[in-house]
């Protein structure tokens, strides 16, 4: 079984539209994260959930929108798609907030033509 | 706010020789965990340091905290070519973790 699952693995979409990004963890975690990973492997935090409620809202475009239907989840919706956004985003999960293990999911390749 | 800085931000060894990877920390941390991301893969946990001064090993890997809970520390003896990957560090402090930029070893056999 898959602690951390994402969907989909890869995402090559034109710019302007709109896409979003799955992810599960059945570990029974709290907290759940999204980061972002440029080409030059800097893995930045954008969101993060404890409980279904946001903690952390780094300074990410309004164009991001994570919802988190129920703590096992945390989905990211993106809009309006620029080349910018080009990266591969990973979800996260962990015990509790910061101080605990993360486990990272398998990334999701976004490319923007 | 809190910055985490790592470095170097590449190092080529040769297989049998060591490695380091250095990070610090602009304020002082509550712990500082380590990861590694094998290329094409996921961030992978290594480790926790919590104390000041702490000192842990696995197998070849060696990790440290600094005294003052500012700076740590992974060395790797003897790399062999399963180690090539990014090694992050990641700081906790002041209700936030930071990860650090990374280094990406390679090894040449």
């Known amino acids: 079984d898959t602690a951390v699952s994402q969907t989909p693995k890869y995402l090559v979409t034109q710019m302007g539209n709109d896409k979003s990004i799955k992810c599960e963890q059945n570990?029974?975690?709290?907290?759940m994260y999204w980061y972002k990973q440029d080409s030059k492997k800097f893995l930045k935090i954008m969101f993060s959930?404890?409980?279904?409620?946001?903690?952390i809202n780094e300074t990410v475009p309004n164009r991001f929108s994570p919802k988190s239907p129920d703590k096992a989840h945390l989905n990211l919706h993106i809009n309006s798609l620029e080349l910018g956004d080009s990266a591969v985003y990973f979800c996260?999960?962990?015990?509790?907030?910061?101080?605990?293990?993360?486990?990272f999911g398998p990334g999701t390749r976004l490319t923007v033509l | 706010g809190q910055q985490v800085m790592q470095i170097p931000q590449y190092q080529h060894v040769q297989e049998g020789e060591d490695f380091t990877t250095y990070c610090n920390s602009s304020t002082t941390l509550s712990n500082i965990q380590w990861y590694k991301q094998r290329p094409g893969g996921h961030p992978v946990f290594l480790i926790q340091l919590v104390k000041s001064g702490e000192v842990k090993k696995q197998k070849r890997l060696t990790f440290q905290f600094g005294e003052a809970k500012k700076n740590s520390s992974l060395h790797i003896t003897a790399t062999q070519t399963t180690d090539v990957g990014t090694y992050f560090c990641?700081?906790?402090?002041?209700?936030?973790?930071?990860f650090g930029d990374g280094t990406t070893l390679t090894v040449k056999p």
């Open positions: 570990l029974g975690h709290d907290t």
């Open positions: 990641a700081g906790s402090g002041a209700g936030k973790s930071t």
């Open positions: 996260a999960s962990s015990q509790g907030l910061w101080f605990d293990e993360q486990f």
């Open positions: 959930y404890n409980n279904k409620e946001l903690i």
